[in-house]
């Protein structure tokens, strides 16, 4: 009985043994390991918190039909990372955008683009009646995370109308001075376009009127809505 004790607590203590043994080891190589990636400068400390869009995100997009023909590529580009809502109406004003803005507001999306007001300018509707509207739908977004405004492109072409680009320069002027007093920020579409145009078009034109992006005109505005929504804090 005794020997059977003995070879029993024999046979523990080398099992204990052999136990602090392979923790000595594999704590040796952590420390090895460890010491390794300090060295070559790697660490495990966390970064700063990831920014822009995340699944939660929810988007809206207001406009007109720069923004409706280009439903269909916004959504397939901006959707995996955020929840993408498109509201947009070939031909209408800023102030006919209004109800839609009204219905979007209620879903307080965390981020909002407006790209509005080209069609003010091929009416001739006037910079103060605009500028009110714009204002307007800009209050009811008052909660959202991120507000993005689009400028106009300024290079529009009528036979019939000169001072059309010269209107859109005035808008564009108003748009940014709303996005400084708003807080939001300018997706600046009209010096996209006058420096594509600058650089000899590479690619063929990105507007097919002077109004309505090309596709590739679509996908160089896309690519800056997703920057823009990418980047908000």
Not at 53 to 69: H, M, R
Request: net charge negative.
């Amino acid at each position: 009985m005794q020997t059977s004790r003995a070879v029993t607590y024999g046979a523990v203590a080398l099992a204990l043994a052999l136990v602090f043994l392979l923790g000595g080891l594999a704590l040796g190589r952590v420390t090895e390991r460890a010491d390794a990636r300090r060295d070559a400068g790697v660490t495990t400390s966390p970064g700063p918190p990831p920014t822009g869009p995340d699944l939660t995100d929810d988007v809206v997009i207001i406009g007109d039909s720069i923004t409706e023909q280009a439903e269909p590529l916004l959504l397939d580009q901006l959707q995996p990372d955020s929840v993408v809502r498109v509201r947009g109406r070939g031909g209408y004003r800023v102030d006919q955008m209004e109800p839609f803005a009204v219905e979007a507001a209620a879903a307080e999306p965390e981020q909002v683009i407006v790209n509005l007001g080209s069609n003010d300018v091929l009416t001739s509707w006037p910079l103060d009646k605009s500028v009110e509207a714009y204002t307007r739908l800009l209050d009811y977004f008052d909660d959202a995370r991120c507000i993005h405004l689009v400028t106009v492109n300024e290079r529009f072409v009528s036979a019939s109308d000169s001072s059309m680009a010269f209107r859109a320069l005035l808008l564009n002027a108003q748009i940014r001075a709303l996005a400084s007093d708003a807080g939001a920020r300018v997706i600046d579409w009209s010096s996209m376009v006058a420096d594509y145009d600058a650089a000899g078009a590479p690619y063929g034109p990105i507007t097919s009127d002077s109004v309505h992006p090309t596709e590739l005109g679509q996908r160089m505005l896309a690519d800056a809505y997703d920057e823009a929504l990418r980047t908000c804090l």
